[in-house]
C-alpha cells in the first residue's frame, strides 16, 4: 500500500460534512456499512488515463481528480473520492464493451493472479488533503470456457472494471484473495478510515 499527502490543516472542521464523489452502489453500500453519514454527488470529472503513467499509480491520480473537482461545497464539506482499476501485467482493465468484451477479458484472467488497486482522496474546497492507493491480488480459478461465456453473457460484468463481480456471481470465479476484500469491491476500508479518522468520530 501507497499513500502520499499534502501539508493539511490539522484543525479539525466544525460538524464536518462528507460527500462522496461517487453514485457507485458499492462504495456507498461501503460507507453505509460503516455507519458513515454522507451524501452523494456526481463529480463533473473526465477519467483520463495519464499516457506513460505507471497503472498502479492511476487510481489514486484519478481519484485526487475526482475529489479536487468539487472546489464549491464550502470549507465546512470534505469530498471523498475513489477510483478502482484491475491491471493483468501491465495491461489496464476497464469496463468491457459488451458480452465479447466482457468474454476477453474474463479469458485473459481465467487461472490467472491480477491486481486489484483503489485509489482514494479526501479533499476540501478543491485542495486535496490526503490520498493514498490500495492493492489487492485476485486469482482466478481455470473454469471451462463455457462457464466464463455463461457469465459474460450474463449482465453483471458489464459495469464493473474486469468484468466481474467479486460480490456477486464472479465470486464463483475466484479462487484466492490476497489483500482487502473491499478493495476488491471498489473502496479498501482501513485507508478510507485512516483518512477520515481525524475528522469524523468513529465508534
Not at 458499492?26 to 483520463?48: A, H, K, N, W
Not at 474546497?125 to 455463461?150: D, H, I, M, N, Q
Request: glycine share 10%; net charge neutral; proline share 7%.
Amino acid at each position: 500500500m501507497s499513500t502520499s499527502q499534502n501539508a493539511l490543516n490539522s484543525s479539525k472542521p466544525p460538524k464536518a460534512k462528507l460527500v462522496l464523489a461517487s453514485r457507485s452502489p458499492r462504495r456507498v453500500e461501503i460507507l453505509r456499512m460503516l455507519g458513515m453519514d454522507f451524501s452523494i454527488q456526481t463529480p463533473d470529472y473526465e477519467e483520463i488515463n495519464p499516457p506513460g503513467m505507471d497503472p498502479r499509480r492511476v487510481p489514486e491520480h484519478l481519484a485526487r481528480g475526482k475529489a479536487a473537482c468539487m472546489a464549491d461545497l464550502g470549507p465546512d464539506t470534505l469530498v471523498l473520492g475513489s477510483d478502482t482499476v484491475v491491471i493483468l501485467g501491465e495491461r489496464i482493465m476497464g469496463k468491457p464493451e459488451g458480452a465479447e468484451g466482457a468474454l476477453e477479458m474474463l479469458t485473459a484472467l481465467n487461472g490467472r493472479t491480477h491486481q486489484v488497486v483503489s485509489g482514494v482522496a479526501l479533499a476540501r474546497e478543491g485542495r486535496v488533503l490526503e490520498s493514498g492507493a490500495s492493492v489487492t491480488e485476485v486469482t482466478f480459478a481455470r473454469v471451462p470456457e463455457k462457464t466464463l461465456r455463461a457469465y459474460a453473457e450474463s449482465r453483471e460484468p458489464l459495469d464493473k472494471a474486469g468484468a466481474y463481480a467479486i460480490q456477486g456471481h464472479g465470486a464463483r470465479l475466484v479462487e484466492k484473495v490476497d489483500g482487502c476484500f473491499y478493495n476488491v469491491m471498489g473502496l479498501p476500508i482501513q485507508l478510507t478510515l485512516r483518512m477520515l479518522g481525524p475528522y469524523f468520530d468513529q465508534e
